[in-house]
């Protein structure tokens, strides 16, 4: 992290020092191994910036809304290759100290994911899922730091009050099998967000690994209306092309592509078409750009760095409009490259293959979610981007899109409701009294398009 630089983090109340399951007896309770630090496991990155920028850079980032569209915000095994037993625990570990000096405001937290084997040896098993989500939360409710993130409401708290929330997301809609009434139980267990297929099939669709793109199915589209109906956002990052875009058509929510680049940058399968990205936009959603190990790479920086990564952020800015762009570094405490390595088969590593690269061991200026925002945003300052461009890049548009997805949770639409129902039944007497509070207190802050 660049440290010396732009302190990453707002005046973050230095909490009550949590670490992750202490509220049990580690080697008693479940096996302990040894994790990865949440500072310094690389060289801090030189941004190189000025003194006014990094003053510029260091107020954008303690004042703006910031949100990551995808992460895993959690500490691995030191040693990476004890990650599948590290898994069968069921207990990742959320990184509380690196989380409190990062300076976002919520993260879209998606857990172990395609490496979730608890119980078995293929990802997206029902039970490793729930596993996996309340065991988090079961930590999460042991400390006061963190808070975890269900409604818009929940978003302005952690603003007002410059706390984390976590968001919880999933990338693949598989666990499901072919049970509609799984989305709502994912729901009511604080799932947020979920994607529609990962690199493989399933009832829902198509993954972008499959060598024949079906797109998305008769149960996709019903599951679409549940999501829809439900206030559950859309990620869009590893379903097939057709798959993406018959879900642009059918959907009345925005949508995301949470951690994606563009595939005219840098033309692999994981990489989206223009058509795609464009589709994504028209429905109101954002494109987080993703800086995962050897996947936003360009032919300007064929070395995976900040720098390739910001290449798709402008093509996509350029394309679709700023205010359809975001962040979603995929990043986590520990070595993603040796990651990639141990999981490559369940991750289809070997089927998004493209133009030749130099690997690198680490993405330098996004290797981890401490240092991510403080890096974009110096980025940003640097590169001639105005204020309010950048508060909607770090996290204005996405909660522009949530408020359109989560509308029927805000106490307003809920009143809105109520009245009309008792308007209808012509209830004239009832009082109107509350009903032009304003929503959110404050009108959130410095927040642009909240349209
Ligand atoms: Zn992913």
Redesign the pocket.
């Known amino acids: 992290m660049m440290a010396d630089e732009i302190p990453a983090g707002r005046d973050l109340n230095s909490g009550d020092g949590y670490a992750a399951y202490s509220y049990l007896i580690a080697g008693e309770d479940f096996r302990q191994f040894e994790l990865a630090p949440e500072f310094g496991r690389v060289p801090a990155y030189a941004a190189g910036l000025s003194p006014e920028q990094q003053q510029r850079a260091r107020r954008l980032l303690t004042d703006a809304m910031v949100i990551s569209l995808?992460d895993h915000p959690v500490r691995f095994p030191l040693r990476m290759e004890e990650t599948p037993e590290y898994n069968r625990t069921g207990r990742q570990h959320a990184a509380y100290a690196g989380l409190a000096a990062s300076g976002m405001t919520v993260v879209f937290d998606?857990m172990m994911?395609?490496t979730a084997c608890v119980t078995g040896n293929a990802p997206w098993r029902w039970d490793d899922i729930i596993t996996d989500l309340g065991m988090r939360q079961a930590d999460l409710a042991h400390q006061r730091d963190i808070m975890t993130i269900r409604t818009i409401a929940d978003i302005d708290e952690a603003y007002r009050d410059r706390r984390v929330g976590l968001l919880f997301g999933l990338?693949a809609a598989t666990p499901i099998e072919n049970e509609l009434d799984r989305l709502d139980v994912l729901y009511g267990l604080g799932l947020r967000q979920i994607g529609i297929a990962y690199s493989d099939a399933n009832a829902l669709g198509s993954g972008l690994a499959e060598p024949y793109d079906g797109g998305l199915t008769a149960f996709g589209r019903r599951a679409v209306t549940r999501m829809n109906r439900l206030g559950l956002a859309i990620d869009l990052?590893?379903s097939s092309d057709r798959t993406a875009l018959d879900v642009c058509r059918h959907t009345d929510k925005p949508v995301f592509l949470t951690?994606a680049g563009a595939r005219a940058v840098w033309n692999t399968s994981r990489m989206k078409p223009d058509d795609v990205l464009r589709a994504v936009a028209e429905t109101g959603g954002v494109i987080g750009m993703s800086a995962?190990p050897h996947t936003t790479l360009s032919a300007a920086h064929p070395r995976h760095t900040i720098e390739s990564v910001m290449d798709h952020f402008r093509y996509c800015a350029d394309l679709v409009g700023i205010e359809h762009v975001a962040f979603g570094p995929?990043t986590l405490y520990g070595d993603h490259v040796m990651l990639h390595t141990i999981f490559a088969r369940l991750l289809s590593i070997g089927a998004t293959r493209g133009p030749s690269f130099d690997p690198v061991r680490y993405v330098d200026g996004l290797e981890n979610p401490t240092e991510n925002f403080a890096n974009i945003t110096g980025w940003l300052v640097s590169h001639g981007f105005g204020d309010q461009e950048i508060r909607a890049v770090l996290g204005g548009n996405i909660y522009r899109a949530l408020q359109a997805i989560w509308v029927s949770l805000r106490p307003q639409a809920r009143r809105a409701a109520v009245d009309e129902r008792q308007h209808e039944r012509g209830q004239r007497e009832y009082a109107h009294g509350h009903r032009d509070q304003e929503y959110p207190p404050g009108g959130g802050r410095g927040l642009i398009g909240s349209r």
């Open positions: 995808h998606n994911d395609g990338e990052s590893h951690h995962a995929d």
